[in-house]
């Protein structure tokens, strides 16, 4: 009878592949790796196994008051009679059956490079237009256009009305990032306020997500509360735990601003006087060579060096004529010593014949010749009478 039965189950197709929805009971992780467990609802129970070989299909542990939703075929245990689940796929129903869509389509994503650091866009230092992506009414909106105008007044910001919540929300978000990306914003906040996962979806659908890649303008999303994470945040080039927090990225403050072209100008004030004093010593330089080269400096150079040769000259010729001076005084006393007009002041006199010869001795005079004989004071003519040799 229980094979006749088991037999009958196996050939209705229904029974191959059922879906069932129900409250996990008695789980239990056997050491052969199996699980089972009973399916329940408020109208029954079902006993369930999953062969180790189908738990690589299973994202988390199985544990007692979960709602899932198994996948599998229904069939009979022939030895004891009995029919259950053979589970091959086991899914968390609701939030959990979200999440672990969620799962899928991130490690889908991140497979095809979309969360790759490479794609990411650098957020603009400076920005004249902030493009928003949002619901109109709520909390979001507001946090961010307060934090924008206080960092910023100058910044304009464009709002796009989007539907964040709901079934139409993945499309008109991705409608409102393409119709900023088209406007020309130069970066663009893409998120809402905070919820539950279902509240969020919209921020985990793959064309939104597409719509945050392929999307030339830089993005921030801002999705929720710090520590809700969607899909955008690893597809957006910039996260932001908050709204706020996505304004104060997006918007620098006006005041850095003008502390930054204060410093800016200080440091080209401080590097212009650096320049200034450099090209300055360079003319002086330049100056100096021209006075050399010139040929005006040149010829005032010479005028010096001649006068300083002159001055050399005549140093040089004074000194040479006391020299001369001194030499021809030392002759004068010299010759004075020889001279014979000093023999004569000295009460000597000289005799010279008719002809002006010397007469040193008698035998150059003959009796009658004329002499000359010069004394002190003048000249005696005198003839010669006699003369005599000295013995």
Not at 219 to 245: F, N, Q
Not at 311 to 335: D, G, P, T
Request: aromatic share 8%.
């Amino acid at each position: 009878m229980n094979a006749y039965i088991k037999n009958m189950f196996v050939q209705d197709y229904l029974l191959q592949a059922v879906f069932v929805k129900g409250e996990v009971s008695n789980c239990k992780y056997h050491s052969s790796g199996h699980i089972y467990f009973t399916l329940k609802d408020s109208k029954g129970a079902v006993s369930c196994v999953m062969f180790a070989g189908n738990r690589s299909g299973l994202s988390f542990r199985l544990a007692e008051g979960q709602q899932v939703v198994v996948g599998g075929t229904v069939d009979v245990y022939e030895r004891d009679g009995k029919y259950q689940i053979y589970a091959k796929q086991i899914i968390l129903d609701g939030s959990g059956l979200l999440y672990e869509k969620y799962e899928k389509l991130k490690k889908e994503l991140e497979e095809e490079g979309m969360f790759a650091k490479e794609y990411k866009q650098l957020i603009p230092k400076y920005i004249k237009t902030l493009g928003v992506v949002t619901a109109d009414t709520g909390a979001a909106v507001r946090d961010i256009i307060q934090v924008a105008s206080r960092r910023n007044p100058y910044v304009q910001i464009i709002l796009y009305p989007a539907i964040v919540q709901g079934d139409a929300a993945a499309r008109s978000i991705v409608q409102g990032i393409r119709a900023l990306e088209q406007y020309g914003v130069d970066v663009m906040i893409v998120g809402r306020g905070g919820g539950s996962i279902e509240d969020l979806w919209a921020f985990n659908e793959r064309i939104v997500a597409q719509a945050v890649f392929d999307c030339s303008v830089p993005v921030i999303s801002a999705v929720g509360h710090e520590t809700d994470t969607t899909i955008i945040d690893y597809v957006a080039d910039m996260r932001a735990p908050t709204p706020s927090a996505a304004a104060e990225l997006a918007v620098r403050d006006i005041r850095d601003i003008g502390n930054e072209i204060t410093a800016y100008r200080n440091e080209l004030d401080k590097a212009m006087g650096l320049c200034i004093r450099t090209k300055r010593e360079c003319l002086q330089g330049y100056e100096t060579h021209m006075k050399y080269l010139c040929p005006a400096g040149r010829i005032r150079d010479r005028r010096l060096q001649c006068d300083a040769l002159w001055e050399r000259l005549q140093e040089r010729m004074n000194q040479l004529l006391r020299m001369k001076r001194y030499a021809l005084s030392i002759y004068i006393e010299k010759f004075k010593g020889l001279s014979p007009v000093e023999k004569l002041n000295s009460g000597f006199s000289y005799v010279e014949n008719g002809s002006g010869k010397n007469i040193s001795s008698v035998s150059q005079v003959e009796n009658g010749d004329l002499l000359t004989i010069h004394v002190k004071d003048g000249r005696i003519e005198a003839r010669v009478t006699g003369k005599a040799e000295s013995v």
